[in-house]
């Protein structure tokens, strides 16, 4: 097994997206998922964009796949990186490809000047959750998301100051 792990690009936004679907089809919100492999490809994919990604092959095949993009704490005043989405295709689980996508992406952060990571798992989605907590991003009960989305972030949007 050769597994090499290389920088996405636009070109992989067919795959990547394919990732995602799989992603929404295992935790049972697919149907939520909007987004085309076109947006993926105009929107990230590349320095300096939304997002970067980084894509995991095992002999030549998709495997994996990393989305990250770059956040900054104004508590500790230094920049992080935030990771969006981790996938690695159910065929080449246990080979410790999520665990190298997550460490190169820290390793990629850090050369930037980051000083942390975050992510988000979804509550139902234990096994991630165990991953993440067995490679020390803990779980930090004080923190809690919020999102507006759709008509929701429409409305924020167009109100008054």
């Known amino acids: 097994m050769i597994l090499l792990i290389r920088d996405a690009t636009p070109a992989d936004a067919e795959a990547i997206h394919t990732a995602i679907v799989g992603m929404g089809k295992l935790l049972g919100t697919a149907h939520k998922i909007v987004s085309t492999p076109e947006d993926l490809a105009r929107e990230g994919l590349a320095p300096g964009r939304a997002f970067e990604g980084l894509v995991a092959e095992v002999d030549g095949q998709f495997a994996g796949m990393c989305l990250y993009l770059p956040v900054f704490s104004t508590w500790l005043g230094r920049p992080g990186v935030y990771v969006q989405d981790l996938f690695v295709d159910e065929r080449f689980r246990g080979m410790k490809i999520g665990e190298a996508l997550i460490r190169r992406v820290a390793r990629i952060g850090r050369a930037r000047g980051a000083n942390h ?26 923190d809690r998301i919020h999102a507006a989305y759709g008509e929701a972030f429409d409305r924020l949007s167009e109100g008054d100051e």
Do not use: I, K, P, S
């Not at 988000?120 to 490679?135: G, K, P």
């Open 117 to 142: 990571l975050r992510l988000a798992v979804d509550l139902d989605n234990t096994r991630a959750q165990a991953f993440y907590e067995r490679l020390g991003v803990a779980h930090y009960a004080d």
